[in-house]
């Protein structure tokens, strides 16, 4: 390997065979694969021959079409298998994530804090307060949604995400 910076070129290469003929761990499959249908010959195959290279070397013409025709047809058949692989590596994603997720729920007549958000006038950069309040909540429309009202009763325009809002002890 060359330590020099100005060489990466050279090596790239290198680094692109190794990145597309790896398996992908939320496909299960390699790129070169899912792209061409078939697993990719790496250089040290040409070199020292494994089994896959000596069976196709002594393939006559018309039974090496007959293999790639019958490895075209599976195609749909490995497609389907990555993506139902995708799917269950979603699943498990979502059930990853879920799992650190406090729902906040919420009853009318609460106190709560509302968050502000960087993107909103009350905004007042890094060392002002993140939370403004408190609000009574007024209506639970569905889960994860609230209605607030300030405190003389004003009610606010639109529904908030209850991600934005914690319970308020004052």
Do not use: C
């Not at 692109?16 to 195959?45: H, K, Q």
């Amino acid at each position: 390997m060359i330590d020099n910076y100005k060489y990466w070129h050279e090596q790239l290469p290198y680094a692109l065979l190794g990145y597309r003929t790896t398996p992908r761990t939320s496909t299960g499959a390699t790129p070169y694969m899912l792209v061409y249908g078939t697993e990719a010959i790496i250089p040290v195959e040409v070199e020292i021959p494994s089994l896959r290279i000596i069976q196709e070397a002594e393939l006559d013409d018309t039974e090496w079409i007959r293999k790639r025709y019958e490895e075209l047809a599976l195609i749909d058949e490995k497609w389907m298998i990555v993506v139902s692989h995708g799917q269950l590596y979603q699943q498990r994603m979502a059930r990853a994530f879920k799992k650190h997720i406090r729902t906040r729920v919420f009853q009318i007549g609460q106190l709560v804090l509302k968050r502000i958000f960087p993107n909103q006038e009350e905004y007042k950069r890094k060392f002002a307060p993140s939370w403004q309040g408190p609000y009574m909540v007024r209506k639970v429309p569905s889960r994860g949604v609230v209605v607030l009202a300030e405190m003389d009763g004003q009610e606010w325009p639109r529904e908030i995400n209850s991600d934005a809002n914690k319970r308020s002890y004052v």
